[in-house]
């Protein structure tokens, strides 16, 4: 199916989860049978209940059948995300006592035919009896295990299938594929199937997935999405596409208020376009983005910042040194900061928390520093520029402009990037380190602009107490790039303490 789903189902039975209700385009299809699938401890009770309780939300009646969970641990399950089951009916088919007496278990007759028979009977009871539009039952390893057979499990769960559809009860079946992982008998009879994963990384957080694997006559959000269990229900970050979201605005170059920058820049960064600082370790790049927020903020927009290397508190010190009250910014709320951890942070959730900047608290600049602790803390996520081409875009779209920062391996001479993003970013910055008469010196230069012209020239700065000052263009050295130049010309040109 397409990854981009059609209009929204408005008469769908809403699953009680927002981003799950997003990828299936409005929810669950009512009247029919669904299968939730996944291994133990993926969610799949959790989203079941949430299921139920938006039924009840909606004053539908609803049933859960456990056959496997008993009614206190679903109580005590509940009430670990603040839930209550009042309102919820819930039948527990528990196994007749004798059959925990050896004496009294059937010899002559298959015991499973008749536990078979009784199961089924006491589910269309409890069924009878509730008359629920909505029936979760938990889970199919025990039938599959009674039927002891894959043509009588499939017909077990056809005649269970028919005999909802007669009721008109939209089904959830849950399946920990604990008896027959590879068993898809009911993949055929169900009219939606979802996946639930998780998986363990070498280090850091598990991390969840899910995935749609079939629905009937929709068209739904394919692929593999996000999620988190929290306190409070199951968290689902549908995969960001960008070309579902457009908007119109004025590309106008945004200056930076730093003489020579904007000139090197062609008069600024344009509005929904990224730039790129990229440069060794420090060459002042969390700086300048620092110094393009300030810009930013002082035109009136709004500034979201994620870090992921450095510790806020260090990071608040170490700027009021250059007077920036970065504290005092985000107590007005004029930028919004975030501490990243991203051992314990899904690609998923990180762009639903930038999405969430931008459609929600009206974020028009995003600052991410720096890229290689996003990528340094996930590193068997194998698609990580396939996120960032997607969320780079879908700022650009919406108008926001974004500044990433990347540190280069080495200090002079010979540089590489951890991370290749240069062919992403609209503006490229690189900042480098190179040896003039006896002392280190930065140079900077745009070595790529996509939206209008830039200075080709490369320019000194220097970083003092008052901020970023750049000098006139570096004509008189060859090879400040290499880190190691040439100098052809006179002292006078360089910036600070001269060497005699």
Not at 111 to 122: A, Q
Not at 196 to 218: D, I
Not at 256 to 276: A, F, K, V, Y
Not at 339 to 345: K, N
Request: proline share 4%; aromatic share 6%.
């Amino acid at each position: 199916m397409t990854n981009i789903p059609a209009a929204v189902h408005a008469d769908d039975a809403r699953t009680g989860i927002a981003g799950l209700d997003d990828i299936l385009a409005g929810g669950l299809k009512r009247s029919r049978v669904f299968l939730f699938e996944g291994s133990p401890g993926t969610g799949k009770t959790t989203a079941a209940l949430s299921f139920l309780m938006a039924g009840r939300e909606a004053g539908e009646p609803t049933l859960y059948i456990t056959l496997s969970e008993t009614e206190t641990e679903l109580r005590d399950t509940a009430a670990s995300h603040g839930w209550t089951l009042d309102g919820i009916d819930i039948f527990e088919l528990v196994p007749p006592e004798n059959l925990l007496d050896e004496h009294q278990q059937q010899s002559l007759l298959y015991s499973s035919d008749l536990e078979l028979g009784e199961t089924t009977r006491l589910i269309l009871d409890a069924v009878e009896r509730a008359k629920p539009s909505r029936v979760v039952i938990d889970s199919l390893s025990e039938i599959r295990l009674l039927a002891q057979g894959s043509l009588r499990y499939r017909r077990q769960v056809l005649a269970l299938k028919h005999y909802f559809s007669r009721h008109g009860a939209t089904v959830v079946l849950l399946d920990d594929l604990t008896a027959e992982a590879s068993d898809k008998t009911v993949h055929s009879v169900a009219h939606g199937v979802i996946r639930l994963e998780e998986l363990a990384p070498e280090y850091g957080a598990e991390r969840r997935r899910v995935r749609v694997t079939k629905y009937r006559g929709r068209r739904f959000r394919g692929g593999h999405h996000d999620f988190a269990i929290r306190t409070g229900g199951l968290e689902v970050f549908p995969r960001l596409v960008s070309a579902e979201h457009r908007t119109s605005f004025d590309r106008s170059p945004q200056p930076c208020n730093i003489p020579g920058l904007d000139d090197l820049l062609g008069g600024g960064i344009e509005r929904g376009s990224s730039c790129l600082i990229l440069g060794p370790a420090g060459t002042g790049k969390s700086l300048l983005t620092l110094l393009f927020a300030i810009a930013a903020i002082e035109r009136g927009e709004r500034v979201a910042l994620f870090v992921f290397d450095e510790e806020l508190g260090l990071l608040f010190q170490r700027t009021k040194a250059f007077g920036l009250d970065l504290e005092g910014l985000r107590a007005r709320g004029d930028m919004i900061i975030e501490q990243v951890d991203a051992a314990e942070l899904s690609p998923g959730e990180f762009a639903a928390r930038v999405r969430e900047c931008v459609s929600t608290v009206n974020v028009s600049t995003v600052i991410m520093d720096s890229l290689n602790g996003y990528q340094a803390s996930m590193p068997e996520e194998h698609y990580l520029l396939l996120h960032m081409h997607e969320l780079l875009q879908y700022l650009n779209r919406q108008g926001a402009t974004t500044y990433l920062t990347v540190a280069q391996h080495g200090l002079v001479g010979e540089m590489r990037s951890p991370v290749d993003v240069t062919y992403l970013a609209d503006t490229v910055l690189l900042l480098r380190y190179f040896e003039a008469m006896g002392q280190v010196r930065r140079a900077i230069s745009v070595v790529k602009k996509r939206a209008g012209h830039h200075e080709r020239t490369i320019r000194e700065y220097a970083i003092d107490q008052s901020g970023v000052s750049l000098g006139e263009p570096l004509t008189q050295f060859q090879g400040v790039l290499r880190g190691v130049p040439d100098f052809v010309g006179q002292v006078s040109g360089l910036l600070g303490p001269k060497v005699e």
